[in-house]
């Protein structure tokens, strides 16, 4: 019979974790908890965090974006006790090496009316269009691509 101390098997756990959260194309202090691995495609869905709050984003597919090669930020939040305090653009900066990484060449967002202010001092232009509950389209080319 082999003993295995539970230190043992939480240190293998959690490097375990670790790697599965670590790609190749996720920028320094970006955690991918969910999505593919190294093969993803257009309609490829990711949840990124970076402690500070988390972002879901898709690579869209063609029909579906506004341009083509775009990287559909479907949520990006940061905890209620962290705002106020750069986190949100922090997150987002580091959501927009995410896209570069993936070969987005685009970004695309439905904004709420209240987060305008905010999408439009990050970069991003309003469409002229709005999408359900009053949401405001925006779109933001992703810098050196």
Known sequence: MVFVSFTLVKTLIQKTAEARRLRPYAPE???????PGERYGEG???????????AEVELM?????LRPGTLYVENLEVKREDRGMGHGEALFLRVQGFARNVGALWMQIDSERDAVGFWL???FEETGRTFYGGKVSMIKRVPGR
């Open 61 to 65: 597919r063609g029909s579906e974006s």
């Open 29 to 35: 202090g970006l955690m991918v908890l969910r999505g």
């Open 121 to 123: 001092r990050v970069g």
């Open 44 to 54: 490829s869905r990711w949840t990124l965090a970076d402690g500070h709050g988390f």
